[in-house]
């Protein structure tokens, strides 16, 4: 369980902490495909709206809603991964110590 599941770890928390960033700048490929989905009604409002000459405040505002529940879900899976990874860290650490301890020389 050691090392190698604290690699594939901290792979994947690289990974979400480039997915966080990425949709902090305002991309879409981290989003799932209803968030995708989501996002594309939401513009396709903003653009009825411009073509009949009404505000898009609506469509904005619904976009933003989109996009900061984004980054909650990401953050909340980067927490989670870095407890894991913390978790794994103390129970190898622990390991660690009941065989030196247990040893006779």
């Known amino acids: 369980m050691g090392n190698s599941e604290i690699r594939r770890l901290d792979k994947e928390i690289q990974r ?3 997915k966080l960033d990425a949709v902090r700048r ?40 989109i996009g900061s529940a984004v980054e909650t879900r990401l953050t909340a899976e980067l927490t989670a ?8 860290i103390t129970e190898a650490a622990r390991a660690k110590a009941e065989r030196k301890k247990s040893g006779w020389f």
């Open 16 to 18: 979400t902490q480039r």
């Open 81 to 88: 991964l870095h407890g894991e990874r913390r978790r794994l």
């Open 26 to 65: 305002g991309e879409w490929w981290p989003l799932t495909s209803r968030e995708r989905l989501s996002m594309s009604r939401a513009m396709a409002g903003g653009a009825r709206s411009v073509y009949r000459d009404r505000s898009t405040t609506g469509s904005e505002h619904r976009m933003d809603s």
